[in-house]
Each structure stands twice: as structure tokens, then as C-alpha cells.
């Protein structure tokens, strides 16, 4: 300051002259005053520096703690700009080469920030608009008064929300320019006419670059976050091919839900093609109704997609809008999954295509090239994952071969074994063979069929359903070329078909279609040169047989031999002893219960009590149960024995031995139930691991050809019941069922009487409901008449008295204008207020006559509107407003509390509206009437309180109206709704609001309406309504 001085009076004279004219004291001053100013310019420049220099250290800040997150980069630069820029709003918009789009909004009423939000993108149509210069010129736009603006002028819609809504006045624009090219602009407001500083400019324009710099550095770290997320994705799918070389299925999924996530897309999926036909291998769900409506049109053939006919091309197909395509079925499934483009990669072996990868998104459009390589990756990774697993199974094959080899070998050492622990337990034996035989040669199911007293018998089953067992049981084979078994027999060797329907011989149509075998293979069990039986094994699907198998077979054969003749020799030893004991035990086990029956005939608890033990000791068994059908369950209702019960309640179904006896009606005996594989008796297995039991006999019950239970016999080692057993056995459920049926019958007997004791209450009831109701009717009748002859006459009556009354004070006026004695004038008065008054309270009775008369006839008359459907939670709404305002208009000060209870369900019934309603406002303001007057007997503390509950039931709806009032006494409650009955004094009442409603609600809507009361604490009035009419 001082420099400036000196130089400024240096050379001239004109200087020294006018600093002589100046005195030293004022020259002192002027230059204290000059450097106080100078002082203050410079430290506000330094704050405002200082400032501009922490909100860049902020945004930078904050751009290192958001890597790739823009928006909190962005708020923050808005909000500084805002605050050193003394704006009041601004926001920061990006921009795409066709479109703006806010990032960022700051500051702004809330009523612009929610028409930003529901606009979304930001379209200015009029060329005018700052938004749109900024694209021109790319330059920053400084308006000092944006109402002079063209586009405001013009009335633009976009402008004159910021003006009109945000208030902004003074605008400045700065553009984002990263190579020259516009990627967003930077925009603050002020509500005022006041331009913006040069320094607040130029911090606008720091904070643009940085916005920039920002946009780059997201731009940068999410690449590399989607390169780093793709090998990822890629190093997991080649550690599932690794950990999964025999199944590709877990490789299908973890790419279908790879390629969705990092290709941003909707679903994702994987198809293989096996004889030109596509199958869904893979793809991840959207919803149940989309994922049925896709896996439903697949299996198909490959050229019914026009996609997958260009993806055989071996290159990746992109569909920008599957609407544009002619393929109708690929658009139905587009539309139910909901997306419009996709992308497909093949699936290339050995340039063949032998599937392909497919990515879809929510819109139309393109993929980008990044996207459509890392696809392909996926696809080549499939492909893989598929030959890693063919040649697996190629190695797993070979070792399969040896392993079977082995089995044989073991097999017919096990077998051996079982003959030797089993020899006079031909089904054991035979079950082993049987078994093994059909594991080791890859057969589902399997037979043995010997020679027994003339016929070929099943002896064993292996892997049959009940229905097959029961159809080998109940047919009895041949020996016929039209069968297997019987070219067995006829050939003695060996005889294999691979194909039953191709043979020319076979003439067995039933059974192949009975049980769907189509490859066989017989071998017959030989005895000096004779071939008395056959072990017949069947396969599903076509197929030779082996002739490792077959060797096999005839080898177990041969045991088969061996176990039928040793248990035929010690049979023949044990039957003749056995026959004679059994006999004389049944006899004896069969008369005692007959007599338990005799002696309890309503109870069958000790009958089959008597049953199970009795069943134990003559059967031989370990334990005995009888099961009865409940409902879809079977019930254990009687057990006796050893055998532990761990389960005493099991669905009624064939997976039990019970539940099979039950529906196939027929006894049912498994020798070893654990021999049986697969998922033929899941809950009889599961019992007998639980139970400890092997061998099960069951029963059924039969009552007229139905079954209602069974008898079950057990035992925990593997021994077959024999067929006096089995004899016995039903012998022991029939009289089970005579039992239960005595019961029943008595049940019967008294449930029936019970039954006609209720329908004669019930008569009793409807007949008394019937006479009020015609009582009621008739009084209706009578009420309307009577209503009617005396309306005109209490017309006059009231007219009459009104207009004497005025009369009346007519004569006042005129002797009031008359000379008259004191004394007489006195009397006068006093007769003319008589005759006053009297006429007053004639017109008070008279009006409150012709009230009830407008009542008798409202209660006579019939419906009144049309019936409609009405929303029953509205017109109880509807009836508490107006109740509870009416009440308050009539009676100053008046209160009460309302409660609602209003079920969403009620949903609308056909009524008349104004009669629910008028129903509805009677009984709302009886309620409202009876708590109040219960608060003027009581404290200060009693709050009257209504309220209304809706229910909507099976077949009806509830409506309770329901107050904390005086309630009803007991010697009133008959008569409630009787017409002209009512507990209000005389004048506050007619006795008909009860009967109106209750004609209304039962005579012209078929409903009821009834009440619960505690006096002094409470009245519920409940109207129901027929639900056939309502819509829910």
C-alpha cells in the first residue's frame, strides 16, 4: 500500500501540489483505512482458499473410500459447491451421448426432488435449454437470471419446474469433458438474482474434473473387479469339474449361475443335445410358474428352435429382440420368463455341437464382446466337464467288469453259506439265490418256478409289486413255447430273448403288459434229466443277457436243486407230526374266543386282547397286533409279545405289509422283510429295523368285502408261517370282525337315538321360531292398519292445536289493548296461560304420536331399494359415522369411544343397503343410548365404549354390535324384539326399532339376529347373514 503511494506521487508537479493540499493527519488515516481493507480482502481470500482446499481434500477423501461407488463421490462434491459457492440447490447430471441422467441432487424442495424422481431420465425437447447448449458448445453457462431464459418464456415443462418449483433464478452450468467429449455437467442454483464469482466459477469447474476423474477411476476399478470376478468364476467352475469328474450336472449349474451373475443377466441356461434332440441340462429359476412353463418345452427337437439351429454354426448368437423373431414357442417362453435378448454360446465337440450356453436379459439389445468371450470360456469349460466324464465312465467300466467277477464269485460263496446255515428253509434259500442272481445279471426282477403237486408253483419273487406277485401266484404257468418259463421246461436248457415283443413265439401279452418286462432269460432246475422248475429273470429294458450270466444262473440253479430236495426229504418226516398237534390247538384257541365274543358284545378291547395272544401261541409267533383303519391311518388297537411297538400310528398305505394286506384284501407274507430291495415296503422295513422283526403275516379284516383292519403276526427271525397258520390266522380276523360289528351295531343303535332325541328338539325349536314369526307378521299387518286410520285424524289434531295455540296469543295482544279490572285481567292471564300451555303439550304428544306412527308403518312396510351387492365392512362404517355424528348434532358435549374390528374377508352380500342400514343405526344407537346412560350412574372414570366386528364364516357373515351400556334384565329378554316393547322411558322410545330390525334382518334377508347381555357390564347384538349370496 505504501509502494503504491510512493510511486503514484514521484514525478510532476501537479503531485507535490496536491500532496501540499492534503495535511498528515487525513493522509494517515485514508492509508490505516486502505490497509485495514487490504488486510480483510486478503484473509478472506486466504480462508476462502483454505476452504476450497479442504473441500478438495474431502471429495478426494471420499473418492478413496468409494472405489467404484460414484454416488457418494458426487453428493459430496455437490454439497461443497453448494456451500462455498453460497448456492442453495444444485445436482450433478451424467450423460450418455443421447440422454442426462441425475447422479446427483442436493438441496432442492422436496416437491422438485420428487418430480426429479418420478421423471427419471432427464429429456429436454426445446432446443433453448441450458442442457442442450451445453451439448452444443460444451462450455460453462452462467445465467444471471434464468426467467429471461427462451425456454422459460416458451413455457417449457422441464425449465419451469426448476423455476417454478425449485425457485432458481440464478444458474451456473459447467461441463464434464474428458477428451473433449461430454460425459456429465455440474449445475448450482440460487433462489436470488446474484451471479456467481469468478473464484466460485473456477471451484465449480475443480470440482467437474474431479467428477471426471471420478467417473475414470469407477470406470477402471470395476473393470478390473468384473476381469477379477470372471477368473474367479472361472477357477471355481474348473474346481467343480475337478471334485465332479464322473457328473457333469454340479459343472451345468455353477455355469449357469456364473454366466447369469457375471453377465448381468436375467436367467441363464444349459442345453445338450443327444440325437438332435435339446435337453435342459441346467438354469437358474425365476419363478415356479416361468421354471414349469420352461422345463416344459424341452426335451425337443433342435431345429424347432431357430437359435439353436444358428448356434450349431459353432459361434456365439446374439438375439437382440427375441419379439422380432418367427418362432412363436421361443417368444411364449421369452415372455413367461420375461426377457427380451439373449445370448448363446455352443457347446463344440470335436466340431460337432453337442449343446450350447444361453444368457437372457430383462431388455432388448446388444451384449458386449467382453461378455460374449467370457460365454464362450463357459461353453469350452462345459465341454470339458463332459469329456472328462465319458472318460471316466470309460475307466469306471473296466473296473466294473472285474468288480463283477468278484461279486459272482462271492455270490455263489454266499449262497453256499445260506444252504448251509438255512438247509430245511427252502425260502430263505431261495430268496438268497434269487437275489443274488438278479444283482449280479442286472435284472429287476426274478422268479423261481418248481413242480408242486402237479403245478409250477412260485416259490420265490424278487423285485415284484404286489399285483405281479398276486398274478404269478394266481397263474399258473405252462409248458408252452409261448412262454418263457415253459420253453425252459420243454428245451431243458438255458433260453435267453433280449426281446420279448420281437419274438415270434411269445404269446404272453397279459403279463409283459402287466409288469413291462422285455428281456428274459430262463434256466431250468434240473433232477435226474428232468427239468421240474425254472429261474426266469426279466429286465425292463432290451437287452441278451451275458454268458457269464447265464453260467451263473445255472450254477445257482443247480444250488436251487440241491435246497429243494433236502427241505422236500425233511418236510415229508415233519408234516405228519405237525398235523396232528395243530389241529387239536386251533380247535381249542378258536372256541375261546368265540366265548371272550359272547360275553362282551359292546366291548372289543377284551375280544382282541384274546385275539393277539391267542394268535401268538397258536401261530408261533413272537408277537401279534391287530391294526384298524382310522381315517387315512392304521392304528395299532391290540399288541401282545416281546416285539417292541415304536411306531403305533402309519399312513394306510401299500408301503406297509398291513397296509398292502389292507388294500390288496388278501393275506400278505413276507419270509424276510429286509430281503426285499428297493422302495417296495419302505414303512415295513423301517418298522422292522426299528422293531427288531423279520418275518410278517398280515391278515385283512373283512366286513362285506371291505377291509377295516388287519391282524399282523411277527416274528424276529426269518420264518415263514405255514398255511394252517395263515388258515387260522383268518379265522382269528373273522371273528375280530364279527366283534367290531356287534359294536358298531350298538353304536349304531344308540347313535341313532340320540339323533332322533336332537331332530325332535330341533323341530320343537323351529316350531316355536315358526309361531312368533307368523305373530310377528300378522302384528305387522295389523300395525299398518291401525297406523293408517289414525295418520289423518292426529294430522288434525296437530295442525289444530298449533293453530289454536296462536290464536290464543292473538286474544292476548288484543285484551292487552282492552281497560279491564285488575282482578279480572290477573284471571285472564292465568286462563290464557292454562289454555297455552295445555295446547303446547298437545302438539309435544301430538308429534311424538305421529312418530310412532311413521314407525308402526316403517315396521309394516316391505323392502324399500334395490337389492344389491354391498361391501359389508362400508355400510357398517358408514352406519358408525353417521350414528356417532347424528349423536353428537343432537346432544352437545356427547362422546364415545368406537372400535373397529372390521374382517378384510367380509367381503359383499346381496341386501337392501338402506334396511341393513337402518338395522345397523338402531342397534348402534341403542348402544350408544345404554353407556351413557351407565356413565350417569356411574363414576367419572367409565369410558362408554361400541364396537363393531365383521367375521366372515363358512357359508355367512357376522356383523356384532357390541356396548360396555346397563344391559338387558332377564325378565325382559323375551320380548325384546315383541313390537311396541322398549325399557326407555315414556318419550324416548317406540318399541319398534327392535322389531323392525328384526323382521328386516330374518323376513326379507333369511338371516338371524340374536344377543348376549350381562347386565351391568354388557349387550352384543349378533346379525348373520346367509353367505350364499356373497362374493368373497
Known amino acids: 500500500m505504501k509502494r503504491r503511494l510512493s510511486t503514484s506521487s514521484k514525478p510532476g508537479e501537479p503531485a507535490r501540489n496536491k500532496a501540499a493540499t492534503v495535511s498528515p493527519s487525513k493522509a494517515m488515516r485514508e492509508n490505516r483505512s486502505a490497509a485495514t481493507a487490504q488486510h480483510r480482502r486478503l484473509r478472506r481470500e486466504r480462508d476462502e482458499a483454505i476452504e476450497r482446499e479442504r473441500a478438495t481434500a474431502e471429495v478426494l477423501r471420499v473418492m478413496n473410500s468409494s472405489a467404484g461407488d460414484l454416488e457418494p463421490v458426487f453428493n459430496a462434491m455437490v454439497e461443497n459447491a453448494l456451500r462455498l459457492c453460497q448456492a442453495e440447490f444444485g445436482n450433478l447430471f451424467i450423460y450418455d451421448g443421447k440422454e442426462f441422467a441425475t447422479a446427483a441432487l442436493h438441496g432442492a424442495p422436496a416437491a422438485y426432488a420428487e418430480a426429479r424422481r418420478r421423471g427419471g431420465v432427464v429429456l429436454h425437447p426445446h432446443p433453448d435449454v441450458p442442457l442442450n447448449r451445453i451439448i452444443r458448445t460444451k462450455e460453462v453457462i452462467h445465467i444471471g437470471d434464468v426467467r429471461n431464459e427462451q425456454s422459460y418464456i416458451d413455457r417449457d415443462p422441464r425449465f419451469c419446474e426448476l423455476v417454478d418449483i425449485a425457485g432458481a433464478r440464478t444458474l451456473l452450468l459447467v461441463p464434464m469433458l474428458k477428451d473433449d467429449e461430454l460425459v456429465g455437467a455440474f449445475a448450482i442454483y440460487r433462489r436470488e438474482v446474484r451471479p456467481f464469482g469468478s473464484n466460485q466459477i473456477g471451484l465449480v469447474r475443480n470440482f467437474s474434473a474431479q467428477a471426471v476423474i471420478a467417473i475414470e477411476n469407477a470406470r477402471l476399478f470395476n473393470e478390473t473387479r468384473e476381469a477379477l470376478e470372471r477368473q474367479t468364476a472361472t477357477a471355481d467352475i474348473l474346481k467343480v469339474i475337478a471334485s465332479s469328474p464322473s457328473d457333469v450336472q454340479p459343472v451345468f449349474d455353477a455355469i449357469a449361475s456364473s454366466a447369469k451373475r457375471l453377465i448381468g443377466g436375467f436367467s441363464a441356461a444349459v442345453f445338450r443335445f443327444v440325437d438332435d434332440i435339446a435337453h435342459l441340462a441346467a438354469f437358474t429359476p425365476t419363478s415356479s410358474a416361468a421354471d414349469e412353463v420352461l422345463k416344459a418345452g424341452f426335451p425337443t ?31 411364449q417362453i421369452a415372455r413367461a420368463r420375461g426377457f427380451r435378448s439373449m445370448l448363446l454360446a455352443p457347446l463344440m465337440g470335436d466340431n460337432v455341437p453337442i449343446g450350447l450356453i444361453r444368457v437372457t436379459r430383462f431388455e432388448a439389445g446388444s451384449f458386449v464382446d467382453h461378455h460374449v468371450q467370457l460365454l464362450q470360456t463357459f461353453a469350452d469349460q462345459a465341454v470339458i466337464a463332459i469329456e472328462n466324464a465319458r472318460l471316466f465312465e470309460q475307466v469306471r467300466f473296466k473296473t466294473n467288469e472285474l468288480s463283477a467277477a468278484l461279486q459272482r464269485q462271492t455270490a455263489t460263496a454266499d449262497v453256499l453259506k445260506v444252504i448251509s446255515r438255512s438247509a430245511f428253509d427252502l425260502r430263505t434259500v431261495l430268496d438268497a439265490l434269487l437275489s443274488s442272481a438278479c444283482r449280479l445279471c442286472d435284472a429287476e426282477i426274478g422268479t423261481i418256478r418248481y413242480e408242486q403237486e402237479g403245478n409250477y408253483r412260485l416259490a420265490a ?422 350414528a356417532y355424528h347424528g349423536a353428537r348434532a343432537e346432544k352437545s358435549g356427547f362422546t364415545i369411544t ?135
Open 301 to 331: 427337437p433342435v431345429d424347432r428352435f431357430e437359435p439353436f439351429m444358428l448356434a450349431q454354426a459353432g459361434k456365439p448368437i446374439q438375439i437382440g429382440d427375441i419379439e422380432t423373431l418367427p418362432d412363436s414357442q421361443i417368444k
Open 461 to 882: 419273487a424278487y423285485g415284484c409289486k404286489p399285483e405281479w406277485i398276486e398274478h404269478f401266484q394266481t397263474y399258473t404257468t405252462k409248458a408252452d413255447r409261448g412262454s418263457i418259463f415253459g420253453r425252459t421246461i420243454l428245451d431243458g436248457r438255458p433260453v435267453c430273448v433280449p426281446d420279448l415283443l420281437a419274438d415270434p413265439d411269445f404269446n404272453r401279452p397279459q403279463a409283459q403288459k402287466l409288469i413291462g418286462m422285455r428281456a428274459a432269460l430262463g434256466v431250468p432246475l434240473v433232477r435226474a434229466g428232468h427239468a421240474f422248475g425254472v429261474i426266469n429273470l426279466f429286465r425292463f429294458a432290451v437287452g441278451s443277457f451275458e454268458d457269464k450270466q447265464i453260467e451263473l444262473v445255472a450254477t445257482f440253479a443247480d444250488q436251487a436243486v440241491i435246497a429243494i430236495e433236502n427241505v422236500k426229504l425233511f418236510e415229508q418226516v415233519q408234516a405228519k407230526t405237525r398235523d396232528l398237534s395243530e389241529a387239536l390247538t386251533y380247535q381249542t384257541g378258536s372256541s375261546n374266543i368265540l366265548k371272550v365274543i359272547a360275553s362282551s358284545p359292546t366291548d372289543v378291547e377284551p375280544v382282541l386282547r384274546t385275539i393277539v395272544e391267542s394268535a401268538c401261541e397258536l401261530c408261533e409267533a413272537y408277537d401279534s397286533v391287530v391294526v384298524l383303519k382310522e381315517g387315512q391311518d392304521l392304528v395299532v388297537r391290540a399288541h401282545h409279545g416281546p416285539i417292541g411297538m415304536g411306531t403305533r400310528t402309519w399312513t394306510d398305505d401299500r408301503t406297509s405289509v398291513s397296509g398292502l394286506s389292507i388294500a390288496e384284501r388278501v393275506p400278505i407274507h413276507l419270509q424276510d422283510v429286509l430281503s426285499y430291495e428297493g422302495s417296495k415296503f419302505p414303512v415295513a422295513q423301517a418298522m422292522s429295523r426299528q422293531d427288531g422283526c423279520r418275518t410278517i403275516l398280515a391278515v385283512p379284516m373283512l366286513s362285506e368285502g371291505e377291509s377295516i383292519g388287519a391282524v399282523v403276526l411277527r416274528r424276529a427271525e426269518v420264518q415263514p408261517f405255514s398255511a394252517k397258520q395263515i388258515a387260522l390266522l383268518q379265522t382269528f380276523a373273522d371273528q375280530a370282525v364279527i366283534a367290531l360289528g356287534n359294536a358298531r351295531l350298538f353304536e349304531k343303535v344308540q347313535a341313532r337315538t340320540r339323533e332322533l332325541a336332537k331332530s325332535l328338539d330341533e323341530l320343537r325349536a323351529a316350531q316355536d321360531r315358526l309361531v312368533q314369526t307368523e305373530k310377528l307378521a300378522s302384528l305387522g299387518q295389523l300395525t299398518a292398519g291401525i297406523a293408517h286410520e289414525i295418520k289423518n285424524p292426529l294430522n288434525f289434531v296437530n295442525n289444530f292445536s298449533s293453530l289454536s295455540a296462536e290464536l290464543i296469543d292473538e286474544l292476548n295482544e288484543l285484551l292487552g289493548k282492552a281497560e279491564l279490572d285488575e282482578k279480572i285481567r290477573a284471571d285472564v292471564d292465568e286462563l290464557a296461560g292454562m289454555l297455552k300451555a295445555n295446547l303446547d303439550k298437545v302438539v309435544q304428544h301430538g308429534k311424538r304420536a305421529d312418530s310412532i306412527v311413521k314407525n308402526m308403518l316403517l315396521h309394516s312396510r316391505e323392502a324399500t331399494g334395490e337389492r344389491r351387492p354391498t361391501d359389508i365392512n362400508a355400510i357398517v362404517e358408514e352406519s358408525l359415522n353417521l
Open 898 to 1032: 368406537l372400535k373397529r374390528d372390521l374382517d378384510p374377508n367380509a367381503g359383499t352380500a346381496e341386501v337392501y343397503p338402506q334396511e341393513i342400514t337402518r338395522v345397523l343405526l338402531n342397534l348402534i344407537s341403542n348402544g350408544f343410548y345404554a353407556a351413557h346412560k351407565r356413565k350417569e350412574a356411574a363414576d367419572d372414570d367409565f369410558e362408554p365404549t361400541l364396537s363393531a366386528t365383521t367375521r366372515a364364516l363358512e357359508n355367512e357373515v357376522e356383523i356384532r354390535i357390541r356396548d360396555n351400556g346397563l344391559g338387558i334384565p332377564e325378565e325382559v329378554k323375551a320380548n325384546i324384539f315383541s313390537p311396541f316393547f322398549t325399557t326407555k322411558p315414556a318419550g324416548e322410545g317406540t318399541g319398534l326399532g327392535l322389531s323392525m330390525s328384526h323382521d328386516i334382518i330374518v323376513k326379507q334377508h333369511g338371516g338371524r339376529i340374536g344377543f348376549e347381555t350381562e347386565p351391568g357390564a354388557f349387550t352384543e347384538f349378533m346379525i348373520t347373514l346367509p353367505r350364499s349370496n356373497i362374493r368373497q
